[in-house]
């Protein structure tokens, strides 16, 4: 079992390290966008966060840029829900990990709850993409719960909110 601070080691580091090494197993990540990741040797096979599955999953554990890592080499996969060799998996989660950088300094605490501000009247226009994102907020529930209701990328869904955020008609609690 291998432990370790991602403030220390950059997850895309340890991400490397993983997958260059030919083990197989399962990495753990507590933090609040935290899940898990499966390796088989060379392989990224299967990732978890929350509810979402494979490439939402890891679209979302791309994010992290803190939290506690464990890496049990015993671990299998219960499912395969990703098939990404080595180099491909890294380039994945590069490009992801540059995207999420103007998003994260928007929305960086996703345990707060977002909610609707007194500027948010019910003849704001939005589109069919805005209103199924926007119809997940909830008085008190936390970001990461209405990203995992929405389902599907969590990354689009938080740029379709992100305006909203800007012109203050939405805010996190």
Do not use: C, K
């Not at 580091?13 to 609040?32: E, I, K, T």
């Not at 392989?43 to 979402?52: K, N, Q």
């Not at 098939?83 to 994260?104: C, F, H, K, T, V």
């Amino acid at each position: 079992m291998v432990r370790g601070d991602l403030a220390v080691f950059p997850f895309l580091s340890v991400m490397q390290m993983l997958l260059s090494s030919g083990r197989g197993g399962r990495l753990s990540v507590a933090h609040a966008r935290g899940g898990d990741l499966w390796f088989e040797p060379g392989e990224l096979v299967h990732a978890r966060a929350g509810t979402l599955a494979g490439e939402g999953a890891l679209q979302l554990l791309s994010s992290l840029d803190a939290g506690i890592f464990t890496f049990d080499p015993s671990g299998t996969a219960p499912e395969r829900t990703l098939s990404l060799r080595r180099d491909a998996a890294l380039r994945q989660m590069i490009g992801e990990a540059d995207a999420w950088g103007p998003l994260l300094r928007v929305f960086p605490d996703w345990e707060r709850p977002l909610r609707f501000t007194l500027r948010w009247t019910e003849a704001q226009p939005v589109t069919r993409a805005q209103y199924l994102a926007l119809s997940h907020i909830e008085e008190n529930l936390p970001l990461r719960a209405v990203l995992e209701r929405a389902g599907g990328s969590p990354r689009t869904t938080l740029e379709t909110l992100r305006p909203f955020v800007t012109a203050g008609l939405i805010e996190l609690g």
